[in-house]
């Protein structure tokens, strides 16, 4: 049974201090870019955080042992990921956590590895501590059809990981922008080529929930336990204001150390909200909720395919394992892709996301969490604008 109702219409979020929707002064934009959905979040988080609000207080607040249970329960039945929660360190975000493990296991001056195009604040995170970017990029595939998809290149990432002072990899798991859900096999692959070169493989899993169907997500941590693993229910429950992630550390030794540097950047307190939403998400009413998500989501995909197959067969679409941000080819622009960014939204009145945020040009990101009626119009504008410029050399 389909529950769109959850879905087809959202409030307006316009004057609701939105980044997403607020940044643009034009009321006309519709906003396809940032990272979050226009979607309600679950009845269950929604009714858990009303609660919540009913008692009136709100001072320093305490994880305590629902909050793990429910974390563990959810990870063990979903995924067969088996979550030891004395391990686990919980802090106020997935760039937080990050920012704090770069601190902790690295010198500055030192290589972290990232496979571009790959999520910007892995940039910043490393820049911020003073590290340098070791790139070992995705290799890109065309499909038949009208698809492309990206593998990872073994190769580059030996030769990153060999480099002496290269000592951490970010890697994104299901993949941004990718849109790769990475399987067992090129997991383990990753865990043998990093252990052999003393290679340290932090993996941000936001996006774990947001898989498509068919399409699995094999959790790191089961693959390499000398891993570091970062989760969050944020981006599949759209709660990321809420600012609650988990680190899952099996080591000991670097658990101690990541937990130094939690507490040296200052990012060790949660707000009451976070763990209440958490909670709430880990639960029935919130698997049954997901799951209606992940269909309408791949339901918004299938309609923007077919758009672009359409319309734009030069303009090739990535296959979408997971997430809710497709990438665009828009190469036979020839335009810069912060160019196309700025144009479709002054001309066409559609924020998207350019492809140099994310280190490779050439690429749009486009936001399809949201009713299928606004994405149609967004889609229509946005392949509109590109039609009528197209013909540039
Ligand atoms: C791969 C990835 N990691 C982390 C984040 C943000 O994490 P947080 O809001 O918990 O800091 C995002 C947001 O889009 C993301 O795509």
């Known amino acids: 049974m389909k529950n769109n109702k959850w879905f087809d219409k959202a ?5 609701t201090g939105s980044y997403k929707w607020d940044s ?11 990272a979050d959905m226009d ?25 305590g042992e629902a909050y793990y249970d429910a974390l563990k329960g959810w990870f063990r039945s979903r995924h067969g990921y088996d979550i030891d929660t004395k391990n686990v360190i919980y802090t106020s975000g997935v760039v937080p956590a990050i920012s704090a493990i770069i ?50 290149d073994y190769e580059a990432l030996e030769r990153a990981a060999a480099k002496e002072d290269v000592k951490l990899m970010l890697l994104c798991n299901p993949h941004n922008p ?8 090129e997991l383990a692959k990753v865990a043998e080529i990093c252990r052999r070169n003393n290679v340290t493989v932090v993996s941000d899993e936001i996006h774990c929930e947001l898989t498509m169907p068919g399409y699995e997500y094999v959790p790191y941590g089961t693959v390499d336990t000398s ?42 307190d949660v707000n009451p909200f976070g763990p209440v939403a958490l909670i709430a998400s880990y639960s029935e009413e919130g698997k049954e909720w997901l799951d209606a998500l992940r269909e309408y989501l791949s339901e918004n995909y299938t309609m923007l395919f077919d758009l ?60 399809i969490a949201c009713p299928r009626e606004r994405l149609a119009e967004g889609l229509r504008r946005v392949i509109k604008w590109i039609k009528e410029h197209r013909s540039v050399e």
């Open 11 to 15: 409030p307006d979020r316009r004057g």
């Open 24 to 34: 643009a002064s034009d009321p006309d934009v519709i906003p396809l870019w940032v």
């Open 39 to 63: 979607f309600k979040t679950a009845p269950a988080v929604d009714e858990a955080l009303m609660k919540r609000v009913e008692h009136g207080i709100f001072g320093y607040t305490l994880v």
């Open 103 to 152: 601190k902790a296991l690295t010198k500055p001056g030192e290589g972290v590895i990232v496979q571009t195009p790959v999520y910007n604040c892995f940039f910043s995170s490393i820049r911020n501590n003073g590290c340098r970017l070791e790139d070992a990029p995705l290799s890109r595939v065309n499909l038949e059809g009208g698809q492309f998809t990206y593998k990872m």
């Open 178 to 185: 990718a849109g790769r859900a990475w399987t067992r096999e």
């Open 227 to 268: 891993s570091i693993v970062c989760l969050s229910p944020s981006k599949a429950f759209n709660t990321a204001g809420l600012q609650i992630a988990n680190i899952v550390c099996p080591n000991s030794e670097i658990r101690a150390r990541v937990d130094k540097a939690i507490n040296i950047n200052e990012v060790c």
């Open 308 to 367: 672009f197959h359409k319309e734009l067969p030069e303009c090739p679409v990535t296959k979408l394992e997971a997430t809710y941000l497709p990438w665009i080819d828009v190469t036979s622009l020839h335009l810069n892709s912060t160019e196309i960014e700025e144009e479709i939204l002054k001309e066409a009145k559609v924020w998207v996301n350019c492809g140099d945020m994310y280190g490779t040009d050439g690429y749009i990101r486009i936001n």
